[in-house]
């Protein structure tokens, strides 16, 4: 299947500090993909839907002045956690959509794993 | 009512045995159906998908969907160990969408 990677893997602040994550397609082109955060033993929650060279789409009740994404390109979405504070503290993954029709298929990204301190 | 339905589990099985899992869906429109399968701590990992009524066979697992009953499942035969996961149904509503639809989870343990 096709491959999609995030970087870091984790990642440790300090209350009050901006992190930011990156999320890549390694094989293929992304116009969308897709954020997730879960937290212990919870289900996926979708917090929004990145896209290339327009804004992006969030969930409600997902602060987008506190979750900034950005879709640089079209293997490259970054997510960052502004002014991040201890209840940030998650698995944040990405996902992006491969294939059209009945070809369509989603992969995941390894997830980043978020403390704050 | 969720979009996707999903029995959260736990659900045990002796090593061996056929692992059942079920899904719900309320949107009689949904195109295709995704199973993904998630390790603790781990993202998801897309297992198979099946968008026709019938079943779709890929090594030891099974797909089977009725659109009628609107409902999707997932058998896992010869059960293993190491197939103690959480199992996520997702479905996609309509064929440009682009986005899934993901139910809770079922947590599966295979008991040896």
């Known amino acids: 299947g096709a491959v999609v990677s995030q970087h870091p893997s984790r990642v440790i602040c300090k209350s009050g500090t901006s992190v930011k994550i990156e999320c890549r397609s390694l094989?293929?082109?992304?116009?969308?993909m897709f954020w997730y955060r879960q937290f212990p033993k919870q289900s996926l929650m979708l917090m929004a839907t990145?896209?290339?060279?327009?804004?992006?789409?969030?969930e409600q009740g997902v602060e987008k002045d506190k979750f900034l994404i950005n879709h640089a390109s079209l293997t490259l979405s970054t997510l960052t956690v502004t002014s991040a504070h201890p209840e940030d503290s998650s698995f944040y993954i990405c996902?992006?959509?491969?294939?059209?029709?009945?070809?369509?298929?989603?992969?995941f990204g390894p997830g980043t794993r978020l403390t704050v301190t | 009512q969720k979009e996707v339905e999903q029995n959260s589990g736990p659900l045990s099985v002796p090593e061996g045995a056929i692992a059942s899992l079920n899904c719900t869906y309320s949107?009689?429109?949904?195109?295709?159906f995704f199973w993904y399968r998630q390790y603790s701590g781990k993202s998801p990992e897309l297992i198979m998908f099946?968008?026709?009524?019938g079943d779709k066979e890929d090594g030891r697992f099974t797909a089977q969907l009725n659109k009628a009953s609107q409902y999707v499942s997932l058998l896992i035969r010869d059960s293993q160990p190491s197939d103690s996961a959480t199992y996520l149904c997702?479905?996609?509503?309509?064929?440009?969408?682009?986005?899934?639809?993901f139910g809770q989870g079922t947590r599966l343990t295979i008991n040896p």
């Open positions: 996902s992006a959509p491969h294939g059209g029709g009945r070809a369509y298929e989603q992969y």
């Open positions: 094989d293929f082109q992304a116009t969308t």
């Open positions: 990145s896209n290339e060279g327009s804004k992006a789409t969030y």
């Open positions: 949107d009689r429109g949904s195109q295709s």
């Open positions: 099946i968008y026709s009524n």
């Open positions: 997702a479905v996609r509503r309509f064929q440009g969408a682009q986005k899934l639809v």
